[in-house]
């Protein structure tokens, strides 16, 4: 059925490392596609979205470009910082909008 | 401008108790969609409301129902509470037929069920 499928964490990175957080979709059709952020105690903000193939979508140096080829749409970052811990979450809008599973990111200074 | 609020930010409850829960959305958006978010997993889909009918969904019991106002507030109910209901309880907002649109989501309300 169709489904989001995110890289499963925890992830633990040093400040100023490269992050790649997988996402793939299963649906009928290219849906936007969308990486929330949720910081602790807080509910989801969107980061950034792309609403077609080939797009990229782009947001506080986050990047993820909307692949059809192999329907994938990962996030990442070129340095990420302590300030980016945070659990993110891969979103499809497949028949209401439908989300992975979380990663949580934790950056050790 | 306004995001989406929602009432209360905590609440505790006994296994068998009612709970009722209130959202209003961001300024401008007319669809409420509910989400529960278990501890450590990604929000599961309850239902979203868009002028004030139940429009969709998901695979949750009777026991969760809901309302929306002619100003576009929302309340999810949820009777008989078990201990599997504690959760954060997320409310989002949006526009109808912005199918492709991100939704716009509350700080949500963490309910505990003893």
């Known amino acids: 059925g169709n489904s989001v499928t995110q890289m499963e964490g925890p992830v633990t990175l040093s400040e100023e490392a490269f992050l790649t957080i997988n996402c793939t979709y299963t649906a009928t059709g290219y849906p936007s596609l969308f990486w929330y952020v949720q910081y602790p105690g807080e509910g989801l903000q969107l980061l950034l979205k792309?609403?077609?193939?080939?797009d990229k979508g782009s947001n506080k140096g986050f990047e993820a470009t909307y692949r059809k080829e192999t329907t994938s749409f990962h996030l990442e970052k070129g340095s990420v910082q302590v300030s980016d811990s945070a659990v993110y979450f891969c979103?499809?809008?497949?028949?209401?909008?439908?989300f992975g599973t979380g990663t949580r990111l934790t950056i050790i200074p | 401008d306004a995001g989406v609020t929602q009432s209360p930010t905590h609440l505790i409850k006994t296994r068998g108790q009612q709970v009722t829960l209130r959202c209003s959305p961001k300024?401008?958006?007319?669809?409420v969609s509910w989400y529960q978010q278990a501890l450590g997993q990604g929000p599961q889909f309850i239902f979203q409301y868009y002028e004030e009918e139940e429009r969709q969904r998901g695979n949750f019991p009777d026991r969760f129902s809901g309302h929306q106002f002619p100003n576009y507030s929302s309340e999810l109910n949820v009777n008989a509470l078990l201990l599997g209901d504690s959760a954060l309880y997320l409310c989002a907002s949006s526009l109808k037929g912005s199918y492709n649109s991100p939704l716009h989501f509350g700080n949500g309300t963490r309910l505990t069920v003893t």
């Open positions: 300024s401008g958006h007319d669809t």
């Open positions: 979103a499809a809008p497949i028949e209401k909008l439908t």
């Open positions: 792309a609403t077609k193939a080939d």
